[in-house]
T-cell receptor
């Protein structure tokens, strides 16, 4: 079975540009999570969805960040405009909420570098 | 106080020894606890989950939970160089059953 799929794997962009990260969760999973990982702050939850509905976006750093989940098999995280401090690895994870062992499965991540 | 705290390490142990990784959490009502392993440049992967006080064993790994003291630990027996990675402790908060809070991780180095 395919795991969580993320694209692109690497993104290098210039400050001020729009960045869109994409995620396809594991088929059948109904929860999707976007994380950001940096050396300084570790792994931080940005936003998560249940059944395509955003539940908690308290981790979204500011209005430059937005996330959507138009259907059960696709989500995007957009940064507009991007800034150098957004440089990090962005992970998407999915799970089946409510299962006895609702493990979060992580995608390979997108390494974002903003110059 | 951080919600989930871990010693950043590195924790260095010789091959064949027992590695002990510790984690404390602040939410007394938390019910679910997880250990993830992350190799350098890779994504986190779940290695253990524990929900009840006591020990849970899976191969060379043992998770220990003490809710009264609000700590959870991971023991790795017969440590191997391939165990060298960062180990992330994660806690599901009692007031939000979907959200995991991760510690910053402990880097483990197993030397031959």
């Amino acid at each position: 079975d395919a795991g969580v799929i993320q694209s692109p794997r690497h993104e290098v962009t210039e400050m001020g540009q729009e960045v869109t990260l994409r995620c396809k969760p594991i088929s059948g999973h109904n929860s999707l999570f976007w994380y950001r990982q940096t050396m300084m702050r570790g792994l931080e939850l940005l936003i998560y969805f249940n059944n395509n509905v955003p539940i908690d976006d308290s981790g979204m750093p500011e209005d430059r960040f937005s996330a959507k989940m138009p259907n059960a098999s696709f989500s995007t995280l957009k940064i507009q405009p991007s800034e150098p401090r957004d440089s990090a690895v962005y992970f998407c994870a999915s799970s089946f909420a409510g299962a006895p062992a609702d493990t979060q499965y992580f995608g390979p991540g997108t390494r974002l570098t903003v110059l | 106080q951080k919600e989930v705290e871990q010693n950043s390490g590195p924790l260095s142990v010789p091959e064949g020894a027992i590695a002990s990784l510790n984690c404390t959490y602040s939410d007394r009502g938390s019910q679910s606890f997880f250990w993830y392993r992350q190799y350098s440049g890779k994504s986190p992967e779940l290695i253990m989950s524990i929900y009840s006080n006591g020990d849970k064993e899976d191969g060379r790994f043992t998770a220990q939970l003490n809710k009264a003291s609000q700590y959870v630990s991971l023991l790795i027996r017969d440590s191997q160089p391939s165990d060298s990675a960062t180990y992330l402790c994660a806690v599901r908060l009692s007031y939000n059953t979907d959200k995991l809070i991760f510690g910053t991780g402990t880097r483990l180095q197993v030397f031959p």
